[in-house]
């Protein structure tokens, strides 16, 4: 059970990964675009924070996004995780990176039949985008169920299935419930996991309590 931080902003990372219970990063061209740095300048600063798992996602046709894939995984070495999207040149560089045992993600998972074509192609991970399939009236909770019922069928254990695009505290219990090995979540999903309503009133009965036994033992010992 795994938690991702979805954003290329340094900064909040760092607080996230300082708490002990980040596993990785995710990201994209909109990410980084809104970020306003150079990609590898956000990989390299992630990985001297100590992060190990950087999905870096390349763009193009199959001959650009494999020697792009290529060169990231040259330079990263294993802090790398190749990011694809589920089309047929995607998954035909998905297979050619695995070959070389390069971790692949293979992004914009919309249908069981999709999350079968990437594991085939020995996709590291699927990324199923629960967010976008609930915007579009149909269950993206659901579509992670149904692929983790599949790949226990099949006893298919070499990929794992990222939840993605998951945009409140409710769907990442969901999502580990329902079978996702990791979730990546924006850093405002991350910090709201802390929160709820009867952990905040315990903190309170429990201070005002100890404030009365605190004040029992000083009065009794000016007696």
């Known amino acids: 059970m795994k938690i991702f931080l979805d954003t290329a902003d340094t900064k909040l990372i760092q607080d996230g990964f300082n708490t002990g219970l980040i596993d990785g990063v995710t990201t994209n061209p909109t990410l980084i675009m809104k970020s306003g740095r150079n990609p590898e300048s956000v990989y390299q600063e992630l990985i001297d924070m100590g992060l190990q798992d950087i999905s870096m996602e390349v763009v193009g046709n199959r001959k650009e996004m494999y020697e792009e894939g290529k060169r990231l995984a040259n330079k990263f070495g294993r802090?790398?995780?190749?990011?694809?999207?589920?089309?047929?040149?995607?998954?035909?560089?998905?297979?050619e990176?695995?070959?070389?045992?390069?971790?692949?993600?293979?992004?914009?998972?919309?249908?069981?039949?999709?999350?079968?074509?990437?594991?085939?192609?020995?996709?590291?991970?699927?990324?199923p985008f629960v967010g976008r399939v609930d915007d579009n009236s149909f269950g993206g909770l659901c579509l992670i169920k149904d692929i983790a019922n599949i790949f226990e069928k099949q006893n298919w254990k070499s990929t794992e299935i990222l939840g993605a695009s998951i945009r409140n505290v409710r769907d990442v219990g969901r999502a580990f419930e329902y079978g996702a090995s990791i979730c990546t979540l924006p850093?405002?999903?991350f910090s709201k996991m802390y929160d709820h309503i009867l952990t905040e009133k315990g903190l309170q009965l429990f201070d005002e309590d100890w404030k009365s036994i605190d004040h029992e033992l000083h009065f009794r010992t000016q007696m």
Not at 83 to 92: I, R, Y
């Open 79 to 95: 802090c790398a995780t190749i990011k694809v999207p589920c089309t047929p040149d995607g998954l035909a560089v998905c297979r």
């Open 97 to 127: 990176l695995a070959r070389q045992i390069i971790r692949v993600n293979v992004t914009l998972i919309f249908s069981p039949a999709q999350a079968i074509l990437a594991a085939k192609a020995k996709a590291t991970y699927i990324s």
């Open 187 to 189: 850093p405002t999903v």
